[in-house]
């Protein structure tokens, strides 16, 4: 569908817009404050999955550096570039580990990207939180996607 722009819905009083598929529409910045908007703005059950990700990722890495960029927050290390990237679709929530290949295990979906792996969080289904904090405290300790 090239040259079309995505479709924005729409929301009463100041509320972030959803593109289509579901992504809140943020505005690019660094810091906690616009990651605490994109979540606040995720859709449905998605919210309440994006604070206990969002929170996971604070105890597991320490002083983590966070930003929204491409209507998607980025966390990562200072120094050290982006470890993941959280993205909204209609059904699910998709993280993409930037050095998703040099984890152990791998992260279960591919990219086009070799380096990249995802995994998607679902409604009604609990992701095992030990096995995301490893993820997490792995692909933070790589170094990361620079930008």
């Not at 817009?17 to 992504?23: R, V, Y």
């Not at 105890?59 to 050290?80: C, D, F, H, I, M």
Request: charged fraction near 25%.
């Amino acid at each position: 569908m090239a040259g079309k722009s995505p479709r924005v819905e729409a929301k009463p009083g100041n509320e972030p817009a959803l593109l289509s598929g579901g992504n809140p529409q943020i505005a690019k910045g660094d810091g906690d404050a616009p990651v605490q908007a994109y979540i606040a703005a995720m859709p449905g059950w998605k919210s309440e999955a994006g604070r206990r990700l969002d929170a996971l990722i604070e105890r597991t890495v320490p002083g983590v550096r966070k930003a929204v960029k491409w209507n998607s927050p980025l966390y990562g290390v200072e120094g050290q570039g982006w470890f993941l990237g959280v993205h909204c679709f209609n059904k699910y929530i998709k993280l993409a580990f930037f050095r998703g290949a040099s984890l152990d295990p791998v992260p279960p979906v591919t990219s086009k990207d070799e380096n990249t792996r995802y995994f998607h969080i679902l409604e009604g289904e609990e992701p095992d939180e030990n096995q995301l904090a490893d993820w997490i405290r792995q692909a933070a300790a790589l170094p990361g996607w620079m930008v």
